[in-house]
């Protein structure tokens, strides 16, 4: 079993639409949860970023953590092309050097 | 600001030679990981440096090797390629105090380099 499980998608909605994103993971270890968004031939850019469980809101994005179900979800309202990308989760567990753990990342495509 | 440079962007390689990956981290940053993406997968650790010095490394074998300099920028080696090496190697920068901690968790990736094993 993986230590994080994502759905790989892909993952089509219509502009404007609601959509989203989940992980679930074993490792009850991991405290800092973090959601990338990756375009296509760049590296991961840092979305959200949270630490133990709550709701983080930042503009379109909202980003959940529930500790007790070992699931995180991301929200994106009014979805907009620009939005089409893979969406990787990532985790870390506190203490030492910090390995980030990753989903293996849904692909998403807004379509106008 | 400057963002992490990687270089080269592509290239392609036999089985049995070696390869060397060049990363520079951010302005500011202290801490250098790097991660193995291949196809259709999530990144995965294969370690990380901070003062010149490995502090923590994922499960790849010895012939993945890093060094990490003064200035911060940091190389990747691989010796022997295989096959299944063929992946996009990503650099990932952080600020951190003693390399470890929470801000060493918040990575400013690279474009990364895509290798490619013939």
């Known amino acids: 079993q993986k230590e994080v499980e994502q759905d790989p998608g892909p993952l089509s909605v219509p502009e404007g639409a609601i959509v989203s994103l989940n992980c679930t993971y074993s490792n009850s270890a991991f405290q800092y949860f973090m959601w990338y968004r990756q375009y296509s031939r760049k590296g991961p850019e840092l979305l959200m970023y949270?630490?133990?469980?709550g709701n983080k809101e930042d503009g379109r994005f909202t980003a959940q953590v529930d500790k007790s179900s070992k699931y995180i979800s991301l929200f994106i309202r009014d979805s907009q092309p620009s939005d089409s990308a893979t969406y990787l989760c990532a985790m870390s567990a506190p203490g030492g050097y910090q390995k980030v753990t990753f989903g293996i990342g849904t692909k998403l495509q807004v379509i106008p | 600001e400057t963002g992490v440079t990687q270089s080269p962007t592509h290239l392609i390689k036999t089985r049995g030679q070696q390869v060397t990956l060049r990363c520079s981290s951010q302005?500011?940053?202290?801490?250098v990981s790097w991660y193995q993406q291949a196809l259709g997968q999530g990144p995965q650790f294969i370690f990380q440096?901070?003062?010149?010095?490995?502090?923590g490394r994922g499960n790849f074998p010895p012939r993945f090797s890093g060094l990490q300099f003064p200035n911060y920028s940091s190389e990747l080696n691989v010796n022997a390629l295989e096959l299944d090496d063929s992946a996009l190697y990503l650099c990932?920068?952080?600020?951190?105090?003693?390399?470890?901690?929470?801000?060493?968790?918040?990575?400013?990736f690279g474009a990364g380099s895509r290798l490619t094993v013939l």
């Open positions: 949270t630490y133990s469980s």
């Open positions: 302005s500011g940053h202290n801490t």
């Open positions: 990932a920068s952080s600020l951190a105090a003693a390399g470890v901690g929470p801000g060493a968790n918040v990575l400013t």
């Open positions: 440096y901070y003062r010149e010095e490995e502090n």
